[in-house]
C-alpha cells in the first residue's frame, strides 16, 4: 500500500460519527446539518431523475450548470466568470485533489495554513508535493506578512487558502487578502481557494474572493460546493474555475479521477444557483440564529466560546472556560460520560497543534442543540 496512506488512520470525524453512533450520543462533532435539504432543491433533483438523461453529462459539467456558476458568482461576488472556466466536479474534496494533481509537480513546495482541512496535506504529498506549514492560532486566526515569508522558498508554486476557515469558523480579512494577493504576485505563485463555506458567513459580513484582487484572476483556483452551499453534503456536487489555460488543465486532472458527476444532482445545483439573494439570506439567518442559541447555552453552562464568523462550527476554549485538560482528552470524556461527540481541532494540524480548542456543529435542530447544551452543563458541573 502507499505509505502516504498506509500510515493513515480513519479521519477524526468519521471515528467520532461512529463512537456517537455505537453509542447513540449526540452528534455535534462531524459538520452535517440535521435537516432533509431545501424542498425544492430536492424536488428539482428528483424531476431530473425522471425527466431528463441519466446517461454520461459532458465531463466538465452540464453546460447549464456551468452557466449557472458563472451567474451566481457574478450577482454575488462581482466576479466575471465565463461558463468555459468552470469545471464541475463529484464535490469540493475531488476538486482540492484535481486542482493539486494537475498543478503539482514533484518536488514542488506548497504553502498549507494550520489548522487545515485534512486531505490537503495527503494529497499533496500523493502528487509528490512537499507542504510547508503556516501556523494559525485563536482567537484571531490571523494570517501575516511574516508567516508567509517563513513559508517561501524558491522551490514553491502554490499556496492553499480555506476561507471560511474550518474548523476555526474565521474569514480572510479584506488587508489579509491583500497581503497575500500580493506575495503570490511577488513570487509567482498560483492560489488554490477552498472557498466551499462562502455563502455561510454571518453578521452582515460578505464573503470576498481572492480571485477578485488585483493580479490574480489569472493564477487563482476558486472551489465552490453545492452540498456546502445547499446544506446537502451527501450530493459531493462541486465546481473549479480558473481562467482558460488554468481550466483546461485542471479538466486532464478531473476527467481522470471521477470523470463526471450525477446529471439530476447538477440539474439541482443548477436550480439552486438560480435562487433569488433573499433565499441566501434567509439561509444564512437561520444558521446564525442556530449558532447564537448553541453560543447562548455554552455560555450559560460555564463555557468560553470563540467568535464564529462563518460556516457551520462554534468552538470552545477550553483555557478561558477553565478547563485545564486538552482537546482530545475533553472530547473523549464528553462522548464518554455526557453523550456528546465534538472534535479537538488539534486534529486539524500535522504539527505543533493549538490543544485547548474544541469544535462543535451547530447545524442541528433547536431540540438537539438544547440536549446538547444540557448534557454539557451537567459535564462541566461535574468538572
Keep these: 500500500m502507499n505509505p502516504i496512506y498506509s500510515r493513515m488512520g480513519t479521519t477524526i470525524f468519521e471515528a467520532m460519527s461512529a463512537r456517537a453512533r455505537a453509542s447513540g450520543a449526540i452528534n455535534l462533532g462531524q459538520g452535517f446539518p440535521e435537516a432533509q435539504g431545501p424542498a425544492d432543491i430536492l424536488a428539482a433533483a428528483a424531476r431530473a431523475l425522471t425527466e431528463k438523461s441519466n ?12 452557466q ?39 518536488g514542488d513546495e506548497v504553502i498549507l495554513f494550520q489548522p487545515l482541512y485534512d486531505a490537503y496535506l495527503p494529497l499533496v504529498e500523493r502528487a509528490g508535493g512537499v507542504a510547508k506549514l503556516a501556523r494559525l492560532s485563536p482567537p484571531d486566526w490571523r494570517i501575516t506578512a511574516e508567516m508567509l515569508e517563513a513559508a517561501w522558498s524558491p522551490k514553491a508554486r502554490l499556496l492553499v487558502l480555506n476561507s471560511p ?20 504576485i511577488e513570487r509567482d505563485l498560483i492560489a488554490i481557494c477552498d472557498e466551499v463555506w462562502e455563502a455561510l458567513v454571518f453578521d452582515g459580513a460578505r464573503h470576498r474572493p481572492l480571485m ?11 472551489i465552490g460546493s453545492a452540498g ?13 474555475c480558473a481562467a482558460p489555460d488554468l ?20 440539474w439541482g445545483a443548477t436550480y439552486g444557483l438560480g435562487k433569488d ?3 441566501f439570506n434567509a439561509e444564512r439567518a437561520a444558521f446564525q440564529r442556530s449558532r447564537d442559541r448553541l453560543a447562548a447555552g455554552l455560555c450559560a453552562a460555564g463555557y468560553a466560546t470563540l467568535p464564529s464568523a462563518a460556516t457551520y462550527f462554534l468552538s470552545i476554549d477550553l483555557t478561558a472556560s477553565g478547563i485545564a485538560f486538552d482537546d482530545v482528552t475533553f472530547c473523549n470524556r ?3 460520560e455526557a453523550g456528546v461527540a465534538s472534535i479537538p481541532v488539534s486534529a486539524f494540524y500535522a504539527e505543533d497543534p493549538v490543544t485547548d480548542v474544541v469544535r462543535l456543529c451547530f447545524a442541528k435542530s433547536d431540540a438537539t442543540l438544547d440536549a446538547a447544551v444540557e448534557r454539557m452543563a451537567g459535564f462541566r458541573q461535574g468538572l
Design 55 to 66: 446517461q454520461y453529462p459532458p465531463m466538465i459539467g452540464l453546460p447549464e450548470l456551468r
Design 68 to 106: 449557472a456558476v458563472a451567474a451566481h458568482y457574478a450577482a454575488h461576488q462581482g466576479l466575471d466568470l465565463s461558463p468555459d472556466e468552470v469545471v464541475v466536479t463529484s464535490g469540493a474534496t475531488e476538486a482540492i485533489a484535481a486542482a493539486l494533481l494537475a498543478l503539482v509537480s514533484p
Design 165 to 184: 476557515l474550518n474548523p476555526s469558523a474565521s474569514m480572510t480579512d479584506a488587508d489579509e487578502l491583500a497581503k497575500i494577493a500580493r506575495f503570490c
Design 212 to 222: 477578485a484582487e488585483p493580479g490574480m484572476r489569472d493564477r487563482t483556483v476558486k
Design 228 to 240: 456546502k452551499m445547499f446544506a446537502l453534503t451527501g450530493w459531493k456536487v462541486g465546481w473549479m
Design 247 to 266: 481550466a483546461r488543465g485542471l479538466a486532464k486532472a478531473h476527467q481522470f479521477l471521477t470523470f463526471t458527476t450525477p446529471p439530476n444532482l447538477q
Design 277 to 279: 439573494k433573499a433565499w
Design 334 to 336: 464528553l462522548l464518554d
